[in-house]
Each structure stands twice: as C-alpha cells, then as structure tokens.
C-alpha cells in the first residue's frame, strides 16, 4: 500500500521561501515518477513540478526559475523548494506518485496522492 504525507506548509510573506516535503512508502515500482500539485478555492487542480523516475525535471511556466523539485531515494521523501513566493502561489499542495517511469503534469497520470499541505503568502 503506499502512503504519501505532505509536510512543510504554512502561512508566509511574499518573497519569503519555503520548502515542502513528501514521505512516500510502499512499493518502489509504484513511486517511479513523482509531482507536485496545488489546487487554489474555486480552482482546478494543475501541475507545479515533476520528476521521472531518471530525475528528469518539468516546471509550469509559472514557478520556472522559483520552484525546485528534487527527491532523495534513501529516505522515501520527496521535496518542493519554493523562493521568491507570491500570492498567488496560495494553495493546498498535494504530492503526487505514479507507476511509470516517465512523469507528466496531468493529474490523471498519477495513481496515488496525499492529503495535501496548505501554503498561504501574503503581500
């Protein structure tokens, strides 16, 4: 069974940093390529990074360049460092994981998800 737990969210200023983390268990076949989420109130939810299970890295063009997604296999987690953060980065945060080795942006790409960690930035 695999598990994801968001952690690292909070309330920030704008132009502050912030780093989220994901713990993941369960088979290593089912975490192969990894993604971050956000769903802001009354929106979709849309891709923010992924990465492959070769560490290919993909951005939205929206946190190109502020956004940093990494993960380290020796201890099942998975992070998302956030810099220069603006108010309309404010959104529940949701880690993502699929079976394939590719990763992409499409919510139904991944098969399993966490319960999400909410970030607020404020101006």
């Known amino acids: 069974q695999v598990q994801l737990v968001e952690s690292g969210g909070g309330s920030v200023q704008a132009g502050t940093s912030l780093r989220l983390s994901c713990a993941y268990s369960g088979p290593a076949s089912s975490t192969r390529s990894m993604a971050w989420f956000r769903q802001a109130p009354d929106k979709e939810r849309e891709g923010v990074a992924s990465?492959?299970?070769?560490?290919?890295?993909d951005y939205a063009s929206s946190v190109k360049g502020r956004f940093a997604i990494s993960r380290d296999n020796t201890k099942n987690t998975l992070f998302l460092q956030m810099n220069s953060l603006q108010p309309v980065d404010t959104a529940m945060y949701y880690c993502?994981?699929?079976?394939?080795?590719?990763?992409?942006?499409?919510?139904?790409?991944?098969?399993?998800w966490g319960q999400g960690t909410q970030v607020t930035v404020s101006s």
């Open positions: 993502a994981a699929a079976n394939k080795f590719a990763s992409d942006m499409s919510v139904s790409w991944y098969n399993y």
């Open positions: 990465i492959s299970f070769a560490g290919t890295t």
